[in-house]
């Protein structure tokens, strides 16, 4: 409720419709009503917790692919938090107030090494998993040729499980994997990354794709 001071003509204070009226050194300053933000902060910030909660529990999992796929020499910042910071900002869906991590989206390293070119993956009987890429004939095979092929696998059926193979190089373009009984029918999400033999040069990570294990 607003208070009239000095009549019809003279200033007020307090609200009168979408106004808010106060006096402010010997004047009458008239507003617009603050905006009701307490509950869309609240929800911000529970959003953003959730965010932090799943992407914590997934990341934790390949906390050692972390360490050297997001290493910055003169960073002060850690691995493990450049990668939330990334995949929070890139990896997350939001359908009707569902929150999802959407794992082709999702980076383990962030390198300036050649990365994978048309890599596929399928799922045989037998519970193998086959894997290959391409080399481009414009780049030099020498010289990337002998980089190791890393694959990342994550059992989503089984959520924290992960699995990485390392056996293979670049110039192989392909690698199958044969994943045990005990997997059959669970869901798997595949990445690739590539490293120097050396291991202080590293690619981007890609996502490869998912499917379900054939027994």
Not at 55 to 78: A, N
Not at 208 to 213: A, D, F, H, T, Y
Request: aromatic content about 10%.
């Amino acid at each position: 409720m607003g208070i009239l001071r000095k009549g019809i003509l003279g200033g007020f204070s307090g609200a009168v419709g979408p106004v808010v009226g106060s006096k402010w050194r010997q004047m009458f300053i008239i507003r617009s009503r603050p905006r009701k933000k307490a509950k869309y902060l609240k929800k911000q910030l529970l959003l953003q917790h959730e965010k932090l909660s799943q992407m914590s529990t997934f990341l934790t999992v390949f906390k050692e692919e972390i360490k050297v796929g997001f290493f910055k020499k003169k960073s002060k910042i850690s691995p493990m938090n450049r990668a939330m910071q990334y995949n929070i900002d890139n990896a997350f869906s939001n359908t009707n107030g569902e929150l999802k991590i959407n794992y082709d989206r999702i980076k383990f390293c962030n390198g300036n090494r050649e990365r994978a070119w048309s890599e596929q993956i399928s799922f045989e009987a037998g519970c193998k998993i086959n894997i290959t890429w391409d080399i481009p004939e414009l780049l030099n095979l020498k010289r990337i040729g002998k980089d190791i092929a890393c694959i990342l696998l994550f059992n989503a059926t089984k959520p924290f499980r992960c699995y990485k193979s390392a056996s293979n190089i670049r110039m192989d373009k392909s690698i199958s994997l044969e994943m045990g009984n005990h997997v059959a029918g669970d869901l798997f999400h595949a990445w690739i990354y590539f490293v120097t033999p050396d291991g202080k040069t590293i690619s981007d990570s890609d996502y490869i794709g998912s499917g379900i294990v054939i027994a």
